[in-house]
């Protein structure tokens, strides 16, 4: 089993920043692309940035520019730098993660808890 904690969360005024962090830990031989979601009430959950185990980054156009995704592999963790935060990014933030548990069986899709970033003044 894998288990995926964020960290980083809270309150924050518009303009200001935040990092998150994600640390995987259990059963893990490999992990492939982490990411991070978020969630806004009444709305589907959509990507904010993933990176992939070489370092290849993708972000939504909405966070482009304000929102860094990063990895640390030998600590298995995932950081996301929000900067310049604005009210529409407030929402449940989930870290994701693609492992490997065991040599050559398929890598999967593995969750967060959540947590939540509030922006307003």
């Known amino acids: 089993q894998v288990q995926l904690v964020e960290s980083g969360g809270g309150l924050v005024q518009p303009g200001g920043s935040l990092r998150l962090s994600c640390a995987a830990s259990g059963s893990i031989f490999s992990i492939n692309a982490m990411g991070w979601y978020r969630q806004a009430p009444g709305k589907q959950r959509e990507l904010v940035a993933v990176?992939?185990?070489?370092?290849?980054?993708n972000y939504a156009d909405s966070v482009k520019g304000r929102f860094t995704i990063s990895r640390d592999n030998a600590k298995n963790t995932v950081y996301l730098q929000m900067n310049s935060l604005k009210p529409e990014d407030a929402a449940v933030y989930y870290c994701n993660a693609y492992v490997q548990s065991l040599r050559n069986t398929p890598p999967r899709a593995y969750w967060g808890q959540g947590t939540q970033i509030t922006v307003s003044s």
């Open positions: 990176i992939t185990s070489g370092g290849i980054t």
